[in-house]
């Protein structure tokens, strides 16, 4: 699939609940509506290819299709989901899904199927001030010390990008295995494939976990989840983690209780020269929200303190002028 037929797939799979006025039909010009059916038919090649094996309950958009079945397929193949029920959200980066696990999860009533955006579409984030310091992983969460691959992700060939694309999946999959391990409240990870990862579901059928940026908690709620949070902050410092993109939006609450997610960016606060900053931006949207509930904060003062107290020091750094 080039560039432009994935774009065009994107803004379809985007505008996939919207009914598309007719004056805007009008002006698709001849070219891009040729374009538009060599898109359509490959897809639905790769669609019937594939459902030929999968059934899934979702009915996804015409173009989501095909994607989603690309995507889920091995994790399908290998019984980590029985069934796709439907979309939970679409964020920025990836798409979460609601599934049925298969035979290789028993105990779990739903899974959480988080498929990324190919990463030609994904945001441009500053991806450099998350990688500064960072070894890159490979798709079993490796670090990666070949040198052809090494030498394809610092000249960011198609290749290179891949590879970039795999290693930032495989953070936050092993960051996701390592806190849960270590009792942090994140969501259970299950597997990684080479485009999805497969967790814990937060929330029940009707409905997925809102965001904590959604919910207006009662004073009472508010100081005891403020402290569960800061808990987290410590705990992933013990184990050499700052999340790096930390707000009310990234934390789910359900049933009174909170779960951290989006570990894709995480930083170690010994390797990443810009470590401190990061963590205290974390440290100070999470106040930020918790100040709105009625809660008092010194987040500089937190930041210090929860850091310090971890042995860290404290180093002071600028941002860089592409930030
Ligand atoms: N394990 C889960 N259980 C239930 N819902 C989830 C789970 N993981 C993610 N979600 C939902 O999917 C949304 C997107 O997930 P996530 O933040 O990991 O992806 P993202 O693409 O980086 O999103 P964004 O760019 O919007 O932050 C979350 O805001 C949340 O509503
Ligand atoms: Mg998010």
Same mark, same amino acid.
């Given at each position: ?111 959480? $199927?988080? &498929?990324?955006? #190919?990463?030609? =579409? ?7 001030? /998350?990688?500064? +310091? ?49 009792? $942090?409240? &994140?969501?259970? #990870?299950?597997? =990684? ?7 814990? /579901?937060?929330? +029940? ?119």
């Amino acid at each position: 699939m080039s560039k432009n037929q994935l774009i065009e797939f994107f803004e379809e799979l985007e505008n996939a609940d919207e009914v598309t006025p007719l004056s805007s039909q009008k002006h698709l010009s001849r070219k891009r509506e040729s374009k538009k059916n060599e898109t359509d038919a490959r897809l639905f090649v790769r669609a019937q290819e594939l459902s030929r094996e999968f059934h899934f309950t979702y009915k996804a958009a015409r173009f989501e299709e095909a994607w989603l079945l690309d995507s889920l397929f091995e994790i399908a193949e290998h019984q980590w989901i029985s069934d796709v029920l439907r979309k939970v959200k679409a964020g920025k980066e990836a798409s979460v899904y609601l599934c049925k696990p298969g035979a290789a999860i028993p105990t779990a009533d739903f899974v959480a $199927a988080k &498929v990324y955006r #190919p990463r030609m =579409l994904r945001n441009l984030r500053n991806d450099g001030l /998350y990688r500064q +310091g960072r070894a890159d992983l490979d798709s079993e969460g490796r670090e990666v010390i070949d040198d052809g691959m090494l030498h394809a992700m610092r000249k960011k060939t198609e290749y290179g990008r891949e590879l970039l694309h795999q290693s930032w999946m495989a953070y936050e999959f092993t960051s996701m295995q390592d806190l849960h391990e270590a009792g $942090a409240d &994140v969501p259970e #990870p299950y597997t =990684l494939s080479s485009n999805a990862i497969l967790m814990e /579901y937060i929330g +029940g059928l009707d409905g997925s976990a809102p965001t904590l940026s959604e919910v207006d908690l009662d004073r009472a709620e508010a100081g005891p989840l403020f402290e569960r949070v800061l808990h987290n902050l410590d705990l992933m410092l013990a184990h050499e983690r700052i999340h790096g993109d930390l707000s009310a939006y990234n934390i789910l609450y359900w049933d009174g209780d909170i779960t951290l997610i989006d570990f894709p960016q995480v930083v170690s606060p010994k390797v990443n020269r810009h470590a401190y900053r990061i963590f205290e931006r974390d440290v100070k949207r999470v106040c930020e929200y918790f100040n709105q509930q009625g809660i008092k904060t010194d987040p500089k003062g937190l930041a210090q303190e929860l850091w310090t107290s971890r042995g860290y020091p404290i180093l002071q750094t600028k941002p860089d002028p592409q930030e």
